[in-house]
């Protein structure tokens, strides 16, 4: 069973990676525009979802690992 998850923990992990990728560029862009969006802090927005993307990576990391 841990064989068949092991190419799709793989996979989702990559696309994580990617993520995180984007979101690093997110953050830079928001950094450079300022406050864009009146109705909510768009840097923070970014902030709370490169943590979320961590914490999923955190968690794929563990299942490949275990």
């Given at each position: ?15 994580l ?14 950094e ?26 955190a ?8």
């Amino acid at each position: 069973m841990a064989e068949d998850l092991d190419p799709l923990l793989e996979r989702f992990a990559s696309t994580l990676r990617l993520a995180q990728s984007a979101l690093e560029e997110a953050r830079e862009m928001s950094e450079l525009l300022g406050d864009i969006d009146q109705r909510f802090d768009v840097r923070k927005a970014v902030d709370g979802a490169a943590r979320l993307v961590d914490n999923v990576l955190a968690s794929v990391d563990r299942a490949r690992e275990g």
